[in-house]
């Protein structure tokens, strides 16, 4: 029993694809379905990412598609592999629960394109999964487009997100030029424009490596060479233990519109991407393995059906085996739970799930039993995973209620979605107004919809825009710090914070006051 369990959770892979709107993840992850036989025709999740569900329309759309989390988790066999790709939105779909969502995977891709080299969101993005010292994998994509060069691309992986990075192949010219990689790994060349096992150029007899036909006699060869001699002589040393830790990024050159690189990519990856690892809970590391089973919850999308205000709670399963019916404990109340629904998330369909083992993500009905962070586990001991760390709001809205007589159902729901994770609250202290915080709008979207629609209460928001975030400890504050570029508030915990309106505000606030010690608990501006 132990022993299928452990081969079942040995074939598990769990990651998300990190990247900058625009850097090719939608079209990387279409085609990683397609070796998978997850999806039939290029264009299914691309269909659904031109939904433009991040607007107003989002909770129509949300109806229209009865679920529309389907494109959330994803999951293929490949090579006898079980892959899980969590999906981080980006543009205005970015919110806590992208950050989240790092916090179930056990290793993260980050597609970067060429041209435009490490941008804003993907530097946030790898700084959570930095956090939490996991194996980073780099894509750079669009190689059939004239970009940076392969050695600036390289450069400022390691100077912009102080990694080191490991070449698994080199590009062999770029846009118009581009013949295709060197595989360092397989020690063969891999053509561009040429299909089937003739892509591949093996070392001739001399051991050397091969030179493509249309580059006989090139500059463009010789450099290759060059730049290949300079990696190997100046280059970082290959470390799977440093890999596993997340401190050396193994760096692909492809590009996933023409699917070249893809394949390639993907085997290196299942060959060194980690299967779950154990996790720290209140009890000590909870094995992957073990019998019990575990998982935490790291997002609920709510409102799928107004009418039956029903949620769905993501678990991560992080031990044991789910069998549909089984019968868990919620560790925060200590209240038992019967998991009979469930639901599986696949890139086509959405389909009933009655068996998944750690590395899988499963759906829960939820009518209100779930909040973020939570632990269910069949265990006696009914530990709890580490908590999730709360991420620093960028965006925030003064909030009221429209009618003020509703002030009873305004104060349940905000703190009831508060606590849920939603949204983060913020207490000016001069006028004891409510402010709200989010990293992306859409957070206020599912806020005002959701009081609407399950508090019954309008709300009135009022934009103030984006703020960067400080706490202070609170024996130094006191109410004269407060200014309109530095506004004092508390957080739900009562601890104190500034929101500055710039950069320079703080800066000033800092020459100031060089007393009061700021914090940002995540760095990830
Ligand atoms: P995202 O999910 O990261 O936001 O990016 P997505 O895959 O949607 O790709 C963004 C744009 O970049 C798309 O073009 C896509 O076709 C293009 N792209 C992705 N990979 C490559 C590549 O390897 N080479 C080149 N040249 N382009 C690539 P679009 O014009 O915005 O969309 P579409 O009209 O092609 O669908």
């Known amino acids: 029993m ?11 892979r769990t990651f998300a ?17 397609l070796f998978g036989g997850a999806i039939r025709d290029a264009g299914t999740v691309k269909a659904r990412k031109t939904g433009k569900y991040a ?3 989002w909770m129509e759309i949300e109806k229209q598609r009865g679920i529309s989390v389907t494109s959330s988790v994803m999951q293929f066999d490949y090579s006898g592999f079980r892959v899980n790709i969590l999906d981080t939105p980006g543009h205005q779909d970015f919110s806590e629960d992208t950050y989240r969502t790092l916090m179930a995977v056990d290793s993260a891709v980050m597609i970067v394109d060429s041209a435009k080299g490490i941008e804003d969101q993907t530097i946030k993005l790898f700084k959570v999964c930095r956090m939490r010292g996991i194996p980073i994998f780099t894509f750079f994509n669009k190689l059939d487009r004239q970009g940076k060069t392969p050695l600036e691309l390289l450069a400022e992986l390691e100077e912009v997100l102080g990694i080191e990075s490991y070449p698994m192949n080199w590009p062999i010219g770029m846009g118009k030029d581009f013949v295709g990689i060197y595989d360092r790994f397989h020690n063969r060349i891999e053509q561009f424009k040429s299909e089937g096992d003739e892509r591949f150029l093996p070392l001739n007899e001399d051991g050397e490596l091969a030179v493509p036909h249309e580059l006989k006699n090139s500059p463009l060869y010789e450099q290759t060479l060059e730049e290949i001699m300079l990696l190997t002589e100046a280059g970082n040393q290959f470390s799977e233990e440093k890999i596993a830790k997340g401190e050396l990024s193994p760096v692909f050159f492809g590009s996933a519109l ?41 997002k609920i999308q709510a409102n799928m059906n107004p009418k039956h205000r029903d949620r769905i709670a993501f678990l991560r399963i992080c031990s044991g085996k789910f069998e549909r019916g089984m019968s868990v404990f919620l560790s925060r109340t200590g209240k038992p739970i019967n998991l ?47 908590r999730l760390p709360q991420f620093t709001p960028e965006l925030f809205v003064r909030v009221t209620a429209k009618n003020v007589m509703k002030q009873k159902h305004f104060h349940k729901g905000i703190h009831q979605l508060v606590q849920e994770g939603a ?29 609407r629609n399950e508090y019954n209460v309008e709300v009135i928001m009022e934009r103030i825009g984006s703020k960067i975030t400080r706490w202070a400890e609170d024996e130094k504050v006191d109410e004269s710090l407060h200014s309109s570029r530095s506004i004092l508030v508390k957080d739900r915990y009562d601890k104190y914070a500034f929101l500055f309106e710039n950069e320079f505000a703080l800066r000033w606030f800092n020459d100031k006051n060089p007393d009061v010690k700021l914090y940002n608990p995540m760095d990830l501006r």
């Open 340 to 386: 009979s629904s469930s639901t599986q998330f696949l890139a086509d369909d959405r389909a009933t799930v009655n068996e998944a083992v750690s590395g899988d993500i499963i759906g829960l009905y939820d009518t209100g039993n779930y909040q973020i962070g939570d632990t269910i586990t069949t265990s006696k001991e009914m530990y709890q995973f580490e």
């Open 2 to 12: 132990v022993d299928t369990l452990q081969e079942e959770v040995g074939s598990r």
């Open 258 to 298: 023409t699917t070249f690189g893809v394949q390639t990519f993907l085997d290196a990856y299942l060959k060194f991407a980690p299967a779950p690892q154990p996790r720290n809970a209140t009890s000590g590391e909870v094995n992957p393995v073990s019998n019990d089973f575990s998982g935490f919850i790291f």
């Open 17 to 33: 694809i990190i990247s900058h709107p625009d850097a090719g993840k939608t079209t990387l992850t279409e085609k990683l379905l």
């Open 55 to 57: 607007t107003s329309d």
């Open 423 to 451: 949204i983060q609250l913020f207490k000016t202290v001069r006028m004891e107004e409510y402010l709200l915080g989010a990293v992306g709008q859409l957070q206020f979207e599912v806020f005002e919809h959701r009081m």
